[in-house]
């Protein structure tokens, strides 16, 4: 069974251009959650999609957004990129919306770097 | 705010050592807590996952326990060996907002 696969493994962008990250879940699961893993710190929550709708999201500006398609791949959009938003970005999916046998599986992220 | 602290933040072992990281947080009130390690700039690999209302999950050579009431929980680690080095993470899910918040991680390194 193929695992949460993630696109692009690198990129690279200016400052004030946009970034978009794919992401696909493992099949049949139907919950997609983002991270943002900043050097130095921990793993933050961005944004969570389930059914085709966004569920909940973390403490990010609006310039960071995404959805999530009919067959529950996701996509991230980052606006007006800044210096700071250099990180991977990693993509988990989990079999079931809410309650609490919710495991995370975890893609192999994709690594932004603005310059 | 839940928060998650992991100590201690690095550790050093020599190979075949037996040892305990540690995960603490704010709010008891969890839906399940969850272990993963990392390798450098990769993705994240899920070890346990304990529920709520579970004390101990084992996999192996790991064992996870969680103490809901004090806001604890334990990876055991036994006979460990130099492909264990990596960054431990653990992860309290939370019923609001299906979110996750994790910790800052354990970067372990067995010695051969």
């Known amino acids: 069974e193929a695992g949460v696969t993630q696109s692009p493994t690198h990129l690279i962008k200016t400052r004030g251009q946009q970034a978009t990250l794919r992401c696909s879940p493992i099949?049949?699961?139907?919950?997609v959650y983002w991270y943002q893993q900043a050097l130095g710190l921990g793993l933050q929550f961005l944004l969570w999609?389930?059914?085709?709708?966004?569920?909940n999201r973390g403490n990010f500006p609006p310039r960071f957004s995404g959805r999530q398609f009919p067959n529950y791949s996701s996509e991230l959009n980052v606006n007006a990129l800044e210096l700071e938003d250099s990180a991977l970005y990693l993509c988990?999916?989990?079999?079931?919306?809410?309650?609490?046998?919710?495991?995370?599986?975890f893609g192999p992220g994709t690594r932004l770097t603005v310059t | 705010k839940q928060e998650v602290t992991q100590i201690p933040a690095a550790l050093s072992v020599p190979e075949g050592e037996n040892l305990v990281l540690n995960c603490s947080f704010t709010?008891?009130?969890?839906?399940?807590l969850q272990w993963f390690r990392q390798d450098p700039g990769k993705g994240l690999t899920s070890l346990l996952l304990?529920?709520?209302?579970?004390r101990e999950q084992t996999s192996g050579r790991l064992n996870a326990s969680l103490d809901k009431s004090s806001g604890r929980s334990t990876l055991y680690i036994a006979a460990s060996q130099p492909g264990d080095s990596a960054t431990y993470l653990c992860?309290?899910?939370?019923?609001?907002?299906?979110?996750?918040?994790f910790g800052t991680g354990t970067s372990l390194t067995v010695i051969p």
């Open positions: 988990a999916s989990s079999l079931r919306r809410t309650g609490k046998d919710g495991e995370q599986y």
């Open positions: 099949s049949g699961h139907t919950s």
């Open positions: 999609y389930d059914e085709g709708e966004e569920r």
């Open positions: 709010d008891s009130a969890i839906y399940n």
């Open positions: 304990i529920q709520s209302s579970q």
């Open positions: 992860a309290v899910k939370v019923g609001t907002g299906n979110q996750f918040y």
